[in-house]
């Protein structure tokens, strides 16, 4: 009951959290401007009214909706990440029309060095492919591109190490999306209370320090649940088509970066 139960939590987690600290950033810097009385204008009025007639609960129900919906809309998925920080795809299309085929070249592959030779071997013993031939990219590449279809597959396969690697993916996605929304909140909370100029300054270093650590977290997390269907695919808990097709040497070419499949 409570491993079923467990995951749903995970997935509502991140978002409503997110949304609450945006929605409080949001409060602090336009709450002295809302009416403090009921408006003129008819909509507004209806509004007000609506909120006095289902109380607090039903306003914190409210805030609850709009905030999963912020958070919902502004989190960024771990398994995008490295494919341009994770915004979304017609924005990454407009930004690569200016891009220089330099640039092209400039990609990440989010895994372990230990995965990485772990890979390198693999495909060694397996393929007879070797380095110089075949860098090490190019069948990390190719095992990204297909993360969420080996995820669903390694759940099928071997449900405790599925576990790990969800458990470790929503771990990754609340310390990314969170980080930024409470630095944003703490900064401006301190710039706005009247304290010495030097404290305001030492705890924004303190604080963009801790973000930046938090935001760190989420993102070593995220290489170890990539790690985690790396090894499966390894170990062959799982199999891959692209490993298929590697070993029937039908691909020829890096293939590109992804971010975790479509």
């Known amino acids: 009951m409570l491993a ?3 995951p749903g939590v995970r997935e509502v987690r991140t978002p409503l959290t997110v949304g609450f600290v ?7 810097v336009v709450g002295k401007d809302l009416p403090k009385s009921k408006p003129s204008q008819a909509v507004l009025a209806a509004l007000w009214d609506l909120g006095a007639y289902v109380g607090k609960g ?4 409210v805030a609850s909706f709009a905030a999963y919906l912020i958070g919902a809309f502004v989190e960024v998925d771990p398994l995008h990440l490295w494919e ?35 890979l390198d071997e ?3 013993e397996e393929y007879g492919f070797d380095g110089a031939a075949h860098p090490r990219s190019f069948v990390a590449a190719g095992i990204m591109r297909e ?7 390694l759940q099928a396969a071997n449900v405790e190490l599925f576990n790990r690697y969800d458990r470790l993916l929503a771990e990754a996605s609340f310390r990314i999306n969170v980080a930024p929304a409470l630095l944003a909140l703490i900064l401006l909370v301190v710039w706005n209370a009247h304290i010495p100029v030097p404290i305001k300054v030492t705890v924004t270093v303190a604080t963009t320090l801790a973000a930046f650590l938090f935001f760190r977290q989420g993102v070593r997390r995220a290489i170890q649940s990539r790690d985690i269907i790396a090894q499966a695919v390894v170990a062959e808990v799982v199999k891959s088509r692209f490993m298929a ?12 970066v992804d971010g975790g499949g479509s």
Do not use: F
């Open 22 to 28: 945006w929605l409080l950033v949001a409060w602090l």
């Open 245 to 256: 097709k590697l070993g029937e040497h039908e691909v020829t070419t890096t293939p590109p």
């Open 84 to 118: 341009h920080g994770g915004r979304p795809r017609w924005i990454n299309r407009l930004r690569d029309r200016a891009r220089t085929r330099a640039l092209d070249r400039v990609q990440v592959y989010p895994m372990s060095d230990q995965t990485l030779r772990d």
């Open 147 to 153: 993360e969420r279809q080996l995820a669903t597959r």
């Open 122 to 124: 693999y495909t060694a």
């Open 4 to 6: 079923s139960t467990l």
């Open 58 to 61: 039903g306003l914190l129900v």
